[in-house]
């Protein structure tokens, strides 16, 4: 009976070598950044408890409502993180980070789960790259934020992409707002899809994330949120401006972006690329002053944004950049005969010591095929070693891709390859 093949589940991918070194060269980048913008790298679990996701994020939200990825065991109840916000505010609130004075600058990297229906750019495993600026409320904090994440994009080379900027207000514009666009909708409710029809109910707001083909002629017209704001929310969203501004960082203003988690206040950005089809995001964040506060913290003024790599990664490709290069090991060394493999396997550690990468062949191949793999392998040298090589101590060194072959001894090989 043929055995049952496995493959991965749906909407999550093996990334395999050739692949992990671009991811691998982009987590350099991301680290350097944070590096220079003097971020620290914060590591949570991949489960996290499911209410703080259901407090956290919003119980109304698209992730809390319908995309996590929960079970019980015992008492407890496990989600596996769909974000990366909460769980950093929740280790700030856990470890009182707050009292090691200051603002705390942290960043993550690392996977994410959401139940949605995979299509290109979106999966049910995905990584994000993040940070968080916990413990500062001024305009300088979000640019300081939005600064970091474009740095990371220009150091890729990607190089077309938009910063849509909005502000979300504070509690207070936001519930005036909130009546406006409920006051716009309610008479148009017939004509408005299923679930704005929903939203319009539970968060008006959220209807202006729709994607419906029905709901764009009548968000179209609907009240803009900059027509609600408070006073002190607007003099901060047009301090974030006139920063962007003098930091030439070029942004285009959105009304209609209000992002889909909850805890969001103020400032809200996303960075859209023309190279990602309908899930144009690269990236996005915004200011959660509520939020650490609402999960038990103290009050914590605070800003973050989010990344999808996979998205990165797209953009990387339809644009051509090869953020790796794939690079072959420094020797193959060919062997005939077992004596000369024996010779392969002691001499290995001498050359990876002096910080060589080499390998051979463990399948007891012919010399031509060892020649084939060396190449497929795309190795700078050969090493071919057989009886009579052994006896003379004097050893063959072929240059993989001048074609060259010289004689020398072991010593003398080294200093070769090495220079
Ligand atoms: P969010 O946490 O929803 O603000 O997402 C931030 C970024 O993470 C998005 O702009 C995407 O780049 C990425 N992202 C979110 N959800 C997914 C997903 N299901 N698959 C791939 N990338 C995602």
Redesign the pocket.
């Known amino acids: 009976m043929e055995k049952k093949k496995f493959a991965t589940h749906h909407g999550m991918s093996d990334l395999l070598p050739g692949e992990v070194e671009n991811w691998q060269v982009l987590e350099n980048i991301i680290r350097e950044t944070a590096r220079r913008f003097h971020f620290q790298e914060i590591r949570t679990p991949v489960l996290e408890q499911t209410e703080l996701i259901a407090r956290g994020v919003g119980q109304l939200t698209d992730i809390v409502s319908k995309e996590m990825f929960a079970f019980d065991r015992g008492e407890d109840r496990y989600v596996l993180r769909p974000?990366g916000t909460a769980p950093v505010a929740r280790a700030y609130v856990q470890h009182h980070l707050a009292q090691r004075g200051g603002t705390q600058r942290l960043f993550y990297i690392g996977p994410f789960f959401?139940a949605?229906r995979p299509q290109k750019?979106?999966?049910r495993q995905?990584h994000?790259f993040g940070a968080e600026l916990m413990g500062a409320s001024g305009a300088a904090a979000d640019v300081e934020i939005i600064a970091f994440m474009k740095s990371i994009y220009e150091q890729t080379g990607i190089d077309n992409t938009t910063l849509k900027i909005n502000s979300v207000g504070d509690p207070e514009s936001r519930s005036a707002y909130k009546k406006a666009l409920y006051d716009y909708f309610q008479p148009l409710s017939d004509k408005l899809s299923e679930i704005s029809r929903r939203r319009l109910e539970t968060n008006p707001m959220r209807i202006l994330d729709s994607k419906e083909e029905e709901d764009q002629p009548l968000k179209a017209d609907a009240p803009k949120i900059t027509d609600y704001l408070s006073k002190a929310s607007r003099e901060h969203y047009e301090e974030v401006r006139k920063l962007l501004e003098q930091m030439d960082i070029p942004y285009e203003t959105d009304p209609f972006m209000v992002?889909?988690?909850d805890y969001y206040t103020e400032t809200a950005f996303e960075l859209v690329s023309p190279d990602l089809g309908s899930q144009d995001?690269?990236?996005?964040g915004g200011r959660y002053d509520l939020l650490v506060e609402e999960i038990g913290g103290p009050p914590t003024p605070a800003v973050g944004f989010?990344?999808?790599i996979?998205?990165l990664m797209i953009a990387c490709e339809a644009l051509g950049i090869a953020l790796s290069e794939t690079s072959g090991p420094d020797v193959y060394i060919v062997t005939r005969g077992e004596e000369a493999a024996r010779w392969a396997v002691k001499t290995m550690p001498g050359l990876r010591s002096q910080g060589l990468s080499c390998t051979m062949d463990y399948a007891g191949r012919s010399i031509k095929a060892q020649m084939k793999d060396a190449n497929r392998q795309q190795a700078r040298y050969a090493i071919i070693v057989g009886e009579q090589e052994l006896q003379d101590n004097r050893y063959t060194l072929r240059n993989m891709s001048e074609s060259e072959e010289v004689t020398l001894s072991l010593d003398d090989i080294k200093k070769t390859i090495l220079t």
């Open positions: 974000e959401r949605e750019g979106r999966q995905f994000q992002r889909g988690l995001a690269l990236g996005g989010a990344c999808g996979e998205r």
